[in-house]
């Protein structure tokens, strides 16, 4: 997981073909802040599943006696994450602005 949960959360709610697609709304993540939203964890995956194959899944997971946890629901225009009893929200709109802009801005373009 490439920049930890918070950025991963973040970019589950970017579209990468044509501008905001929704938005994961994280429920409360325990730990200490930087390390939740920012750490890499090496054996730790965030994985979107629809709605009504969520069943499925989480017996998949306690078949393989993988450990798995519901953080939220992807949908809506904000992203809004909890962690140790504070929030974070923002607009998808704004955050995919700040991504596609991220790059070429970096190269002086």
């Known amino acids: 997981m490439a ?7 973040a970019l589950d709610g970017l579209s990468w073909v044509g501008g905001p697609a929704g938005s994961p709304g994280a429920g409360p993540l325990a730990g ?16 979107s599943v629809a709605p009504a194959d969520a069943a499925a899944f ?13 953080l939220g629901t992807v949908g809506g225009a904000s992203v809004e994450i909890s962690v140790a009893g ?3 929200r923002s607009e998808v709109e ?16």
Request: charged fraction near 20%; proline fraction near 7%.
């Open 3 to 9: 920049g930890g949960r918070g950025v991963v959360l």
């Open 32 to 47: 200490r802040p930087d390390l939740v939203l920012f750490g890499e964890a090496p054996t730790l995956a965030v994985v």
């Open 58 to 70: 989480e017996a998949l997971c306690a078949e393989a006696a993988v450990p798995c946890s519901h």
């Open 86 to 88: 504070k929030s974070l």
């Open 94 to 109: 704004a955050l995919d602005q700040v991504y596609e802009s991220a790059l070429p801005r970096a190269l002086g373009e």
